[in-house]
């Protein structure tokens, strides 16, 4: 078949044939939705790169699954849904991070007693801090100076004489990194402090 009629199948047939390992049918399901999703998403996020990593994340997840597609499946129906699960994905990490990130003491406030408040906000800005410490050098200079020194992302491009662009592409990144490893440490903290 050429790829010129693969463009012409349904989603229903293509769904068939992705299920039988067909590249070039999922090939046209992407080119068929990749946009509409991506738009659909972008309007929630408003972040063009994080917009893009979710939707690779659900393209990735349909190839991975393939096999698994029912036969009846609606697909239009099954990415939205898909692409509706990765953006409350996001947007919950997001929210806890940012709150781990810009409100520790109000996360020691709601967590933990106030006899070991102190000891415990400080045991948690140390975890933070070591993260930060982990980040790619240029990476954790740009994110200090966001997170810490409050500068604006176009002050940081003038001081380090980078674009604004690369300055946000870096602490989205900076985020992402911390966002896969500050949520459980952080409960592990809050919940199971050490024993006296």
Request: hydrophobic letters at 40%; charged letters at 30%.
């Amino acid at each position: 078949m050429q790829d010129s009629e693969y463009a012409t199948l349904s989603d229903g047939i293509l769904v068939d044939l992705i299920r039988r390992d067909d590249e070039r049918a999922f090939s046209v399901i992407y080119k068929r939705y990749s946009v509409p999703l991506y738009i659909h998403a972008n309007r929630f996020i408003r972040d063009r790169e994080e917009t893009k990593d979710i939707l690779q994340k659900v393209f990735v997840k349909i190839w991975d699954i393939r096999g698994k597609l029912p036969a009846d499946i609606k697909l239009s129906s099954y990415l939205y849904q898909v692409v509706k699960n990765e953006l409350i994905n996001h947007i919950s990490h997001s929210k806890v991070v940012d709150r781990y990130l810009d409100s520790m003491s109000s996360f020691a406030v709601s967590y933990v007693s106030d006899t070991d408040h102190a000891i415990r906000e400080k045991q948690l800005q140390a975890i933070i801090e070591r993260e930060i410490e982990n980040l790619p050098e240029k990476m954790r200079e740009i994110f200090q100076l966001s997170r810490t020194h409050y500068l604006s992302h176009r002050e940081i491009a003038e001081k380090l004489g980078i674009s604004e662009k690369t300055v946000k592409n870096q602490i989205s990144n900076a985020l992402k990194l911390l966002r896969n490893k500050l949520p459980l440490l952080l409960f592990i903290l809050a919940f199971f402090p050490d024993r006296p």
